[in-house]
């Protein structure tokens, strides 16, 4: 088992963010994630505010500036409200980032103690696509709400069933997908779990290549997509063209029973793609006998893909902000490792529909 840096979960995303705290509502009333922490000018923080937000193992820190001269300003600016950390709880701090340098990754952040009354945590973090960082913190004897700097600010939401985070995708530039693929292998040790070339996921405009990257006991998942050309514009290049740059494009957040989460997730008023009636009429032949009612599958618009392990249910939110930029997908595994090849058509369809009403085809 490879692990170079010592890679024990992921332990939060951190977005940028216009308006925390409106962003903190969306996600408590939207998502079902609980308030947990909080840092801002009643804690003493006068740079930048903070809620964060859990739900099953996922942590969302959502952070906006509170200066004109703080980096996040500049960042939303460029980016919009986007995912500008991807954080690893590791074993050692210190010996993640060196080692993680040593492998060539760009350090943006070096070791340092971040300490309140609650104890002390290691933090380090080195830079990957685009504007984004991977953070990586080891506890030392820290036993606060979340981490140094936060106190403690509960508010309860109505869970929505969701467990984990699956997988997180990164886009990148045209010809860049294998020069981030490799850097997840030489600096992650991470190794190629699947890849899909454009034949695979392609229509007739809207073509995208992917490779997946996964440590090996395929706890992190990171896709990385680059857009392929095709006859019109890239669902990839649209996103680069509208993020100003490579970035997270979603995250796929796990659920234990995708038929309550879903029909809670739209009860709450999230919008998701949709694929034609004609998906539904084309499902039994093409994945056969299903545990879900396929009138609950139709009415919620959820996709399924089988493989030879079993098979996954999913479904992709709609953007989460105004620029076509981050979305999230719900998924539940039936013993499918896969990420819905089989869907990819139908769903582009949908995707370039939309990319069409947006004027960007
Ligand atoms: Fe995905």
């Not at 996964?214 to 896709?223: A, L, N, R, W």
């Not at 029973?257 to 694929?275: A, E, I, M, P, W």
């Not at 009612?293 to 989460?320: A, H, N, T």
Request: charged share 25%; with cysteine.
């Amino acid at each position: 088992m490879e692990n170079p840096l010592k890679l024990k979960r992921i332990h939060h995303v951190e977005f940028w963010v216009g308006n925390a705290k409106q962003a903190a509502f969306y996600y408590r009333k939207g998502f079902g994630f609980s308030q947990v922490a909080y840092s801002g000018l009643e804690t003493g923080q006068r740079q930048q505010t903070s809620y964060v937000l859990s739900q099953g193992k996922a942590n969302f820190i959502l952070t906006t500036p509170m200066t004109a001269d703080d980096p996040a300003a500049d960042h939303i600016k460029k980016h919009g409200d986007g995912v500008r950390d991807i954080a690893f709880e590791v074993a050692d701090a210190d010996a993640a980032f060196a080692e993680a340098v040593q492998r060539g990754a760009q350090p943006a952040i070096e070791p340092h103690d971040a300490k309140d009354e609650h104890g002390t945590v290691r933090r380090a973090a080195v830079h990957t696509y685009g504007d984004t960082l991977h953070s990586l913190i080891s506890y030392k004897d820290y036993q606060g709400p979340f981490l140094p700097g936060f106190v403690a600010s509960p508010i309860a939401a109505d869970d929505c069933g969701i467990l984990r985070i699956d997988h997180i995708v990164g886009n990148v530039e045209l010809g860049k997908m294998q020069h981030w693929a490799d850097y997840y292998t030489r600096v992650f040790g991470f190794h190629r779990y699947i890849t899909f070339d454009d034949k695979d996921i392609s229509t007739e405009y809207s073509a995208l290549m992917s490779i997946v990257m996964s440590d090996d006991s395929h706890s992190v998942k990171f896709p990385i997509n680059e857009p392929a050309m095709a006859r019109n514009k890239s669902q990839i290049q649209e996103y680069i063209e509208a993020y100003g740059g490579p970035g997270a494009q979603h995250i796929a957040l796990q659920c234990k029973d995708v038929l309550y989460t879903v029909s809670k997730l739209q009860r709450n008023g999230l919008d998701f793609l949709r694929v034609p009636e004609t998906y539904y009429e084309a499902l039994p032949k093409r994945v056969g006998p299903l545990e879900e009612p396929l009138s609950d599958l139709r009415s919620l618009g959820i996709l399924v893909d089988r493989d030879e392990e079993g098979y996954l249910l999913q479904i992709f939110s709609k953007p989460v902000e105004d620029r076509p930029t981050v979305f999230f997908e719900i998924i539940q595994r039936k013993g499918s490792r896969g990420f819905g090849k089989g869907n990819f058509k139908a769903l582009f369809e949908s995707i370039e529909l939309e990319q069409a009403r947006r004027g960007n085809l």
